[in-house]
């Protein structure tokens, strides 16, 4: 698939082979403009709307994290450039898609490219077709523990489930259900269904998604209408549930 890039470095000869490297190797990159500074490269990224961004981490007058950081709400896939390692836990800590080291390796840069390809077509999948999951299996029972013995729900009728401290809210149709267990156990009690944890509070039914709208990590609407936060670690957990 076509994407679009931009590249923000500070150093005019690595955003040269960088760019010369993407028109040669990786044809379906078209790179939408450069930035040598974060200032300037916000500029861009709000006039922009990219696929991907290929980013330096260290440069004048601050470094790549505090770009980031001043876009929470991102829809592009950062992929970082630079001759230290040592910001590898970062950039992890930043949803980065690929961590390229200076000097470029070639195989390297187009292995991350195929891999935001990947991602921005799963993407693309959520958003413009009928949602079909992978594992659609819900035909089962879970007990839910009570002071005075315990409940029988059948697992299709759960919509999503939501952590509250060590208690969980399960949310049917028409009813909300409180259970003296942590959001953990249910993960692990629904694991053999299509239970998709997308944030650290939200436990989904990935049968009752019908819309994902992207972003950082993105959300989903379920069938209820209820709109649910999709963290940025857990968004690649929930694409991997739909074709």
């Known amino acids: 698939m076509g994407l679009t890039a931009l590249i ?66 991102r ?9 230290y390692n040592q910001y590898a836990m970062d950039a992890l800590n930043h949803h980065a898609a690929y961590y390229l080291m ?30 079909t999951p992978v594992i659609n299996r819900v035909d089962g029972k879970i007990t839910l523990p009570q002071q005075d013995g315990f409940q029988v729900l059948n697992v299709a009728d759960i919509l999503y489930c939501k952590a509250d401290d060590n208690y969980t809210e399960i949310y049917l149709e028409n009813q909300r259900l409180v259970v003296s267990k942590t959001l953990k156990y249910f993960e692990e009690a629904l694991s053999d269904f299509a239970f998709a944890r997308i944030h650290k509070s939200y436990l989904v ?4 998604v019908v819309k994902y709208k992207k972003g950082k990590g993105g959300s ?16 690649q957990q929930l694409l991997s549930y739909f074709e």
């Open 8 to 73: 923000i470095e500070d150093e005019a000869n690595s955003r040269e082979i960088l760019r010369n490297y993407l028109a040669k190797y990786c044809k379906n990159v078209n790179v939408l403009g450069e930035a040598a500074t974060i200032k300037d490269g916000l500029v861009l990224l709000k006039k922009n709307n990219p696929d991907m961004v290929f980013l330096d981490v260290e440069m004048p007058y601050g470094n790549a994290f505090d770009l980031l950081d001043q876009l929470p709400d």
């Open 75 to 83: 829809t592009f896939e950062t992929i970082f450039v630079t001759a």
């Open 102 to 131: 200076k000097p470029v390796d070639i195989d390297e840069l187009v292995k991350s490219v195929a891999y935001v390809a990947e991602v921005k077509e799963r993407e693309n999948a959520l958003e413009d077709k009928i949602l």
């Open 205 to 208: 039914n990935v049968n009752e």
């Open 220 to 235: 989903v609407v379920i069938s209820n209408g209820k709109e649910l936060l999709v963290s940025a670690s857990r968004k």
